[in-house]
């Protein structure tokens, strides 16, 4: 089992920045991915960014450049840096994992894959 605890949302004007974290604990073998989501009012739930446990990388078009996401395997946290934030941006974000490990990361953001863990969001409001 794995449980999982964003914090660092808020608000920020247009432009801005922030960090995420996700504190998780539990079984390491089911955090062999970690991925940030997210899902604005009304809108479908879309993928940010993917990350496993060697640290490869993979990020969703828009955000490429203005996110990084990183983990810290030692202290079981997740990250994300985003900047240069846009009113569209608007959402909750979703720290998640799974225990597959993917030769490739990028088809699993779009359609959004379904990781077996979640953890509760934390809320990003951005103004304009």
């Known amino acids: 089992q794995v449980t999982l605890v964003e914090s660092g949302g808020g608000s920020v004007q247009a432009g801005g920045s922030l960090r995420l974290s996700c504190a998780a604990s539990g079984s390491t073998a089911n955090r062999e991915t970690m991925a940030w989501f997210r899902q604005a009012p009304s809108k479908e739930r879309t993928g940010v960014a993917v990350i496993r446990r060697d640290g490869i990388t993979t990020y969703e078009d828009s955000v490429r450049g203005r996110f990084i996401i990183s983990r810290d395997n030692a202290k079981n946290v997740l990250y994300l840096e985003m900047t240069s934030l846009k009113p569209e941006e608007t959402a909750t974000y979703y720290c998640?994992?799974?225990?597959?490990?993917?030769?490739?990361?990028?088809?699993?953001?779009?359609?959004?894959?379904?990781?077996?863990?979640w953890g509760q969001g934390t809320p990003v409001t951005v103004s304009s």
């Open positions: 998640e994992a799974d225990p597959s490990r993917w030769s490739t990361l990028r088809h699993l953001l779009n359609p959004p894959a379904s990781f077996t863990y």
